[in-house]
C-alpha cells in the first residue's frame, strides 16, 4: 500500500475534488470486495482524497452512475487496477474509462509495471526460494 500511495501522491491535482476509485476481479466472495473497500478507504484517507468508490471489473457503468452528479465540480479522477499483469481485465477496465473520453483522469498502471512492485515480489521469491533450497 505504500508503494501505491507514493505511486498516486505524485498524480493529485490540489484545486480538483479527487475522486479514487479501485477496481479489481470479481469474486462471490464478500471478503473480496470488504477487503477491496476498506484498501480504497485507507488510500484515500491517507492522501485526502475526498471521494472513494471500488468496484469489480464490469461494474464500471455503476461507478459512472455514481459520479455523474459530479460533472459540474471540478474533478480529477483516479482510477487504480489492482491486477497484476496487465491482461483482459485491465484491457477491459481501460477501454470503458478511455471511451467516455473523460479529460480529467489518470489511469494507474498494474502493478507489475511498477519497478518497486517487482523488486519487492524478486526479493521475496529469492528469500523464499533460499529456504526451499
Do not use: W
Not at 461507478?63 to 487496477?81: D, G, H
Not at 477496465?93 to 517487482?118: A, C, E, G, R, W
Request: with cysteine; aromatic share 10%; proline share 2%.
Amino acid at each position: 500500500m505504500p508503494i501505491i500511495e507514493k505511486k498516486i501522491s505524485k498524480i493529485i491535482i490540489k484545486n480538483k475534488t479527487n475522486i479514487l476509485a479501485t477496481f479489481c476481479s470479481g469474486s462471490k466472495n464478500p471478503k473480496v470486495r470488504s477487503e477491496q473497500k476498506k484498501y480504497t478507504k485507507a488510500i484515500a484517507k491517507n492522501l485526502n482524497i475526498e471521494k472513494a468508490y471500488s468496484y469489480f471489473v464490469g461494474e464500471e457503468t455503476k461507478f459512472i452512475e455514481e459520479i455523474k452528479n459530479l460533472k459540474n465540480e471540478n474533478y480529477f479522477l483516479i482510477i487504480q487496477p489492482i491486477f497484476l499483469f496487465k491482461g483482459y481485465l485491465q484491457n477491459t477496465n481501460m477501454s470503458f474509462f478511455n471511451k467516455l473520453k473523460i479529460k480529467n483522469h489518470h489511469i494507474l498502471n498494474t502493478l507489475m509495471t511498477s519497478n518497486d512492485i517487482q523488486n519487492l515480489v524478486v526479493k521475496k521469491l529469492k528469500s523464499t526460494s533460499h529456504i526451499v533450497n
